[in-house]
């Protein structure tokens, strides 16, 4: 039998060789969720991933105005969907709990955090047809419909529409009074950033309690999506050298050189290494 974590490791390695137009977003999340919730059923959650897509397929049949691009009736479609047919919606409850971020358990307990849900309405609108994308909103993942203009929609909070009133709003609530929107405030995300938004939330709750293992395995398993993320190699380092890894530390950092071979950081690096290097010999 085939182990769970390998085949699901190769899984995300191979999605990591993969342009980013090319990424089937919820199979990958799925992947990721499977590393952490290897007994979990995740073919019950593939079929469930299906009938989703089926559904949204069958909406965009259904209205033609949605289908031609009337954002208010695509951003309708999708949330009643999504949040009334299947019953997801937003974890205020318990919104720290790590199976927030898992898609394997969002899907069992129809509860996440914003970037879980915003990856089944990007699911969808794919299954659709309909263009969407992530928005790396500051403290709150959001998702933008595309059409004849584009709306911006609140996931965790039921698939409202926000307009610019009511983004300003959420900007300071999360960035502090002096925040303004700017230009880069709604910048999309690829497929990959949105992955790696999802499993930055388990590595940050590996940290706040302690578990440096579970967060340099979270850390390489972003890698293995996004082989290229230079921070992430620096990161994954630097967590190996306080584990006592050091023979993974220096692989780490070395890759990061390769990526970022100038700028102060990879000074800083250069010379850690070299300190690691003398502790090997």
């Known amino acids: 039998m085939t182990n769970p974590l390998i085949e699901a490791r190769a899984a995300l390695e191979a999605a990591g060789r993969l342009p980013d137009a090319e990424l089937d977003i919820a199979s990958v999340a799925l992947q990721l969720a499977r590393v952490d919730a290897p007994s979990e059923d995740w073919h019950a959650a593939e079929a469930h991933l299906s009938e989703i897509a089926r559904a949204a397929v069958e909406a965009a049949a259904a ?3 949605a289908d031609a691009g009337d954002l208010g009736r695509r951003r ?3 949330a009643d969907l999504l949040h009334e047919t299947f019953g997801y919606a937003g974890d205020a409850d318990t ?7 898992n898609l394997l358990k969002v899907i ?12 089944l309405w990007l699911h969808a609108a794919d299954a659709a047809g309909w263009e969407a994308h992530g928005v790396d909103f500051p403290g709150h993942f959001l998702v933008a419909l595309s ?12 698939g409202t529409p926000l307009d610019a009133r009511d983004l300003r709003a959420l900007l300071k609530r999360f960035a502090g009074d002096t925040a303004e929107l700017g230009r880069d405030t709604l910048a999309p995300m690829t497929k990959r950033s949105v992955l790696l ?13 302690g578990d440096l293992a579970g967060a340099v395995a979270c850390t390489e398993d972003m890698l293995r999506i996004a082989p290229d993320a230079a921070p992430l190699w620096r990161e994954a380092g630097l967590m190996h050298q306080r584990l006592g890894h050091i023979t993974g530390a220096i692989v780490s950092l070395e890759r990061f050189l390769e990526l970022a071979p100038d700028g102060p950081q ?4 250069r010379g850690l290494l070299e300190e690691l290097r003398h502790r090997l010999n």
């Open 108 to 119: 069992g307990r129809r509860r996440g955090l914003p970037v879980a849900l915003g990856i």
């Open 197 to 209: 938004r999802l499993q930055n939330n388990i590595k940050v709750r590996r940290l706040r309690e």
């Open 95 to 101: 919104y720290e709990d790590m199976s927030n971020a």
């Open 63 to 65: 209205d033609p105005q």
């Open 266 to 269: 990879a000074s800083r690096v």
């Open 147 to 158: 059409g004849r203009g584009q709306v911006v929609v609140d996931v965790f909070g039921g």
């Open 76 to 78: 309708a479609a999708l």
